[in-house]
């Protein structure tokens, strides 16, 4: 059981690039959800999926989109980079809304 | 404005002796708190929880305590170790939104 897989670990960007972050889970689960960190502010919901076939926004889903392509798929897009969008992202996912919720490892992103 | 703060960045304790983390929250509609903690290059992950109906809750060398007056929590971790060196994020949900709150985080450091 690899749980929760995120592709790249680590990219950089430069100011209007586009790209999709991926994440996948092998755990049936049906929840799935997308975060950033910064520092000193925690971790922040951007967008999540409580369940296959739809997705809703969190905390600061401006400049992303996302799409939940089948039960174990969840993707992350960011149609035109900013260099405010320098993060860590974190992929989520739990087995049903509003339970114990599973971590990615991270992708690292720098957009200069 | 984050409603979940974790006042102390960071924490050093030696092994053996208690390391205590704080977080408070401002939204008193809160009624779940969960603690997270995080390795370096890893994804957060679960650790203890307490709905708002308990004042403690423990699990092994591990106890969260909620003070609902002063909208305040502790994590507990009896003795320390050197395995517990990490991030511990304090989070909060409201009743059915489900969505995490997080804090910013304390580094705990356990000395030798």
């Known amino acids: 059981n690899a749980g929760v897989t995120q592709t790249p670990k680590f990219q950089v960007l430069k100011t209007g690039q586009s790209m999709t972050l991926q994440c996948a889970q092998d755990m049936n689960h049906n929840s799935m959800y997308w975060y950033r960190q910064d520092p000193g502010m925690g ?42 969008q320098t993060s860590v992202y974190f992929c989520a996912s739990s087995e049903v809304w509003g339970d114990t919720q599973y971590f990615g490892p991270g992708t690292r992103l720098t957009v200069l | 404005d984050q409603q979940v703060k974790q006042n102390s960045p960071s924490l050093s304790v030696q092994e053996g002796r208690i390391s205590i983390l704080n977080c408070d929250y401002t939204n008193s509609m809160f009624d779940y708190f969960l603690w997270y903690k995080k390795y370096p290059a890893e ?6 929880s307490i709905s708002s109906i308990k004042d403690k809750n423990e699990d092994g060398r591990f106890t969260v305590f909620l003070n609902k007056s002063a909208k305040h929590l502790s994590l507990h971790i009896v003795p320390s170790q050197p ?15 489900y969505k995490l709150s997080f804090g910013a985080g304390t580094t705990v450091t356990v000395r030798a």
């Open chain 1, 43 to 84: 971790l922040r919901l951007i967008y999540y999926s409580a369940s296959e076939g739809t997705t809703d926004k969190g905390e600061v889903p401006n400049g992303y989109n996302v799409s939940r392509l089948n039960k174990r798929e969840f993707s992350l897009r960011l149609e035109s980079a900013a260099p405010s």
């Open chain 2, 43 to 48: 994804g957060p992950t679960f650790l203890i």
């Open chain 2, 83 to 97: 395995g517990d060196s990490a991030v511990y994020f304090c989070a909060a949900t409201l009743g059915n939104d």
